[in-house]
């Protein structure tokens, strides 16, 4: 209860003594800081929960996609309708084409039954089956009975493959006449064929085959160490990998012949992967430049680093067009951006992460992205080439660039940037000025899945012979890699190849333009292949 000290009458009203009406101001200006300060609280309160909900959201979204890692397939691949799939001449949305209650399943095509016929380049050998005399003679009339026919039937075998000692016999020729004279003595021998590793004593066979074992079937040296000694070589992992670093050196002019031929190129594809590096224990990267077709190379290049000086360094001189992902580590052979190809199946995998975040709007842009593939694949099944590609792309797939550009612009100013899927509208707004530069020219591809591709045979390997022994191995794993890969990608057979080229680049020729896989292969293989 207040007690007033003194008394003041205001229109007949009693009012509070002064000190009194001092203190409840003090009271309110205090509970309207404390109001305020509760206000600050709030809203800190809110902004700390928003932001947890966005790293909880984000952490949820990581875990689902280390489970689809783990668990779910590998494939991105979509299933739904595109832009383009509206019979009716309305006016096609996205949304509309984009969520559907349940999409239409795809009954795949049954393949026919049966074994497939064994092929025609196979070798043949042919055994008789023949009845015995006795068995000749006609029951009935004791007569011989006369071959009508013969029935083949085929079947697989196989004859494990062996080592072998070839002897040089060395033929050495003498003058009896000068040593019957008592002249100097008159001595030729022909020369020995020269061997690509000198005083190794391997031919270039077994060669060719450790590294066919390594480098394109993935077997480490310590599981050919056994094969071999099973075979009756009991050869060292150590003199295997002494071998094939010494195979690696002979084979370098090939290397730097296709690196020359590779800048030629007026698009190259590009891409890089993390390798195991032992000594000292860190991670190196394999890079791959994939020429275009007139310049068919599949080049390897190892390095101990990631940092953009590897791909500066290694495409000094060139001046085409490069087609990678959006890694900073390539800014800087782009250039001002204008040489750079954005990869469309990039931007699509980020939607695809995107659906467990926001399954609306990312089925919303997979339908955008969808119907722009389905112009590449009207494209193939026409088999349109140059002016007529430019003329499709631009009329079917320019405008769908353009409205998607639009969609984007509008879902950045709502999204949250770090959910899944704000990162992946970030991701595709700022590689835009490279995505649709495809249109232009018919050398352009819509994505870099090709090179995606051709790294697919290093994973398999890095499962096998797990690292690479030092940085002195970096750069043989290139030349090695990178030979294979291009003799692979010709379709040759990868083991008369690198016999025959080790064989040649034992008498170190001048010129090795006839070792390249492109150049050998029409010299070696019918035209038809």
Request: charged share 25%.
């Amino acid at each position: 209860m207040i007690v007033l000290a003194a008394s003041r009458v205001f229109n007949g009203m009693a009012l509070p003594p002064q000190d009194e009406v001092i203190t409840l101001r003090e009271q309110v200006a205090h509970l309207l800081a404390d109001n305020t300060q509760l206000k600050a609280q709030l809203q800190e309160v809110l902004a700390l929960v928003g932001q947890l909900r966005g790293t909880i959201e984000k952490q949820q979204d990581h875990i689902a996609k280390l489970v689809k890692m783990t668990f779910g397939r590998k494939s991105e691949r979509v299933e739904g309708p595109t832009l383009f799939d509206n019979p009716s001449d309305e006016p096609v949305t996205p949304s509309s084409a984009a969520v559907i209650a349940e999409p239409e399943v795809l009954v795949p095509k049954r393949k026919g039954h049966g074994r497939k016929p064994n092929s025609a380049k196979l070798p043949r050998q042919r055994e008789e089956i023949d009845l015995c005399d006795a068995e000749k003679v006609c029951p009935c009339c004791t007569g011989v009975r006369v071959r009508i026919g013969e029935t083949i039937r085929e079947r697989l075998d196989y004859t494990p493959s062996s080592i072998f000692v070839r002897e040089l016999a060395q033929q050495t020729y003498a003058c009896r006449n000068c040593e019957q004279a008592t002249l100097d003595p008159q001595i030729a021998a022909p020369a020995f064929p020269p061997e690509p590793v000198p005083r190794s004593g391997v031919g270039a066979g077994l060669l060719a085959q450790v590294i066919v074992s390594k480098c394109i079937d993935h077997l480490p040296l310590y599981r050919q160490e056994s094969i071999f000694a099973r075979q009756g070589w009991p050869v060292s992992r150590t003199r295997l990998c002494d071998l094939v670093a010494a195979c690696a050196t002979v084979l370098e002019p090939v290397y730097r012949a296709m690196i020359a031929r590779l800048k030629g190129s007026f698009v190259i594809h590009a891409d890089e992967s993390p390798v195991k590096l032992l000594q000292p224990r860190r991670t190196a990267y394999a890079w791959l430049y994939l020429g275009d077709a007139a310049h068919p190379y599949t080049v390897f290049d190892f390095t101990a680093g990631r940092g953009e000086e590897h791909p500066t360094a290694f495409l000094k001189g060139y001046s085409g067009f490069v087609q990678a992902d959006g890694y900073a580590g390539y800014n800087c052979i782009h250039g001002s951006g204008a040489r750079h190809l954005g990869c469309w199946a990039h931007v699509r995998r980020k939607f695809v992460e995107a659906q467990k975040n926001n399954p609306a709007k990312a089925s919303e842009a997979l339908a955008y992205i969808r119907t722009l593939y389905a112009v590449e694949k009207e494209i193939v099944e026409k088999k349109l080439t140059s002016d007529s590609v430019v003329s499709l792309r631009q009329t079917r797939a320019g405008p769908v660039l353009k409205k998607f550009g639009e969609w984007l612009d509008v879902e950045q100013r709502t999204m949250q940037p770090k959910s899944s899927f704000g990162e992946a509208v970030s991701y595709a707004r700022n590689q835009w000025p490279t995505l649709g530069r495809y249109l232009v020219d018919s050398r352009f591809a819509i994505d870099n899945n090709v090179v995606e591709r051709a790294l697919r045979p290093l994973a398999v390997g890095r499962r096998n012979w797990l690292h690479v022994g030092g940085d002195g191995g970096l750069g043989s794993a290139a030349v090695l890699m990178s030979v294979c890969a291009s003799a692979k990608r010709h379709e040759l057979n990868p083991w008369l190849y690198l016999t025959d080229v080790l064989t040649q680049l034992a008498a170190k020729p001048a010129d090795v333009t006839d070792l390249l896989p492109d150049v050998w292969a029409k010299q070696h293989l019918p035209a038809s292949h």
